[in-house]
């Protein structure tokens, strides 16, 4: 069972910048066990939970949605366990709740769908004001 936490939400003004922290459970990403690619969703007020950024385990390739390309960056640290994504510019259409989920890697594959993901964190909100 591969636990998640997310932390670094807050309030931001339009234009500004927040980094998301997503700290896994001890030795989850260790090397010689299961390889989890990691990703960034979000769920904004009355719509459904959508993609927002994607890591393998390697670290070797990341995708984006194009909501969010050029602005946000998903990196991680398997020595720490942890995975961030900096977001940059931000706007107010990027408000929403921030979730940090983990994904049993097969064939260096990056997926976008939530169902693709097994394991998720409680999420942290992120507003944006104008």
């Known amino acids: 069972q591969v636990q998640l936490v997310e932390s670094g939400g807050g309030l931001v003004q339009a234009g500004g910048s927040l980094r998301l922290s997503c700290a896994a459970s001890?030795?989850?990403?260790?090397?010689?066990?299961?390889?989890?690619?990691m990703g960034w969703f979000r769920q904004g007020p009355g719509k459904e939970r959508e993609f927002v950024a994607a890591i393998l385990w390697s670290g070797g390739r990341t995708d984006y949605d194009d909501s969010v390309k050029g602005r946000f960056t998903i990196s991680r640290d398997n020595a720490k366990n942890t995975v961030h994504l900096q977001m940059n510019s931000l706007k107010p259409e990027d408000t929403a709740v921030y979730y940090c989920a983990a994904r049993r890697e097969f064939y260096e594959t990056l997926k976008t769908g939530t169902n693709d993901y097994d394991y998720w964190g409680q999420g942290t909100q992120v507003t944006v004001s104008s």
């Open positions: 001890e030795h989850t990403f260790t090397p010689y066990t299961t390889p989890y690619s």
